[in-house]
T-cell receptor, first 119, second 112 residues
Framework: GAVVSQHPSWVICKSGTSVKIECRSL??????MFWYRQFPKQSLMLMAT?????????EQGVEKDKFLINHASLTLSTLTVTSAHPEDSSFYIC???????????????FGPGTRLTVT | GQNIDQPTEMTATEGAIVQINCTYQ??????LFWYQQHAGEAPTFLSY????GLEEKGRFSSFLSRSKGYSYLLLKELQMKDSASYLC?????????????FGAGTRLAVHP
């Protein structure tokens, strides 16, 4: 099956610094990538959707200047948390969708997640 | 608006059957997914329904009624390793994209 990787798997940073998280589709071309955030014991909240080569579309309430998303190629998307604060500590999960048919739909594949802790 | 409801927690006994319900109201509908998520890990795909009816895959089955905005995930012959969160997600169309929107998840605890 399709594999999506994320790097790093966990990161600890100081308040005010920026952190970049990479999401790669390893064996397929991801035309669309999604970034989710998950707080403890809560579900995944969609932050933004990006198509390769175009600007990301952010969900309501998500600051686009704080969470910078770049989808420069069909296999790589990055999320940069700028000027991170403790309240940004969360589990960030990317998901990729490409031209792979599963059943009757294009399946969405999830990366293993990145746990960010801001001190 | 988008609204997906599922119970917060459920408990069941090893070897038993459990049904996790999900109701939804979304902008457009292009399929309903069930995912399993263990603590600290990413979700893993369990099932997909886009037409009404039952889809069976081993110990897991998923049902969809589009007219009622309702789905359930049925887990048979429960095992301890089935203790996890089960996420109902609906693919709807919003803002120019097909988006997968998740419910809050149901934490299932399987006891001996």
């Amino acid at each position: 099956g399709a594999v999506v990787s994320q790097h790093p798997s966990w990161v600890i940073c100081k308040s005010g610094t920026s952190v970049k998280i990479e999401c790669r589709s390893l064996d397929f071309q991801a035309t669309t990538m999604f970034w989710y955030r998950q707080f403890p014991k809560q579900s995944l909240m969609l932050m933004a959707t990006s198509n390769e080569g175009s600007k990301a579309t952010y969900e309501q309430g998500v600051e686009k200047d704080k969470f910078l998303i770049n989808h420069a190629s069909l296999t790589l998307s990055t999320l940069t948390v700028t000027s991170a604060h403790p309240e940004d500590s969360s589990f960030y999960i990317c998901s990729a969708r490409g031209a792979i048919l599963s059943g009757n739909s294009y399946e969405q594949y999830f990366g293993p997640g990145t746990r960010l802790t801001v001190t | 608006g988008q609204n997906i409801d599922q119970p917060t927690e459920m408990t069941a006994t090893e070897g038993a059957i459990v049904q996790i319900n999900c109701t939804y109201q979304t902008s457009g509908f292009n399929g309903l997914f069930w995912y399993q998520q263990h603590a600290g890990e990413a979700p893993t795909f369990l099932s997909y329904n886009v037409l009404d009816g039952l889809e069976e895959k081993g110990r897991f089955s998923s049902f969809l009624s589009r007219s009622k905005g309702y789905s359930y995930l049925l887990l048979k012959e429960l095992q301890m390793k089935d203790s996890a969160s089960y996420l109902c997600a609906v693919r709807g169309f919003s803002g120019g994209y097909n988006k997968l929107i998740f419910g809050a998840g149901t934490r299932l605890a399987v006891h001996p």
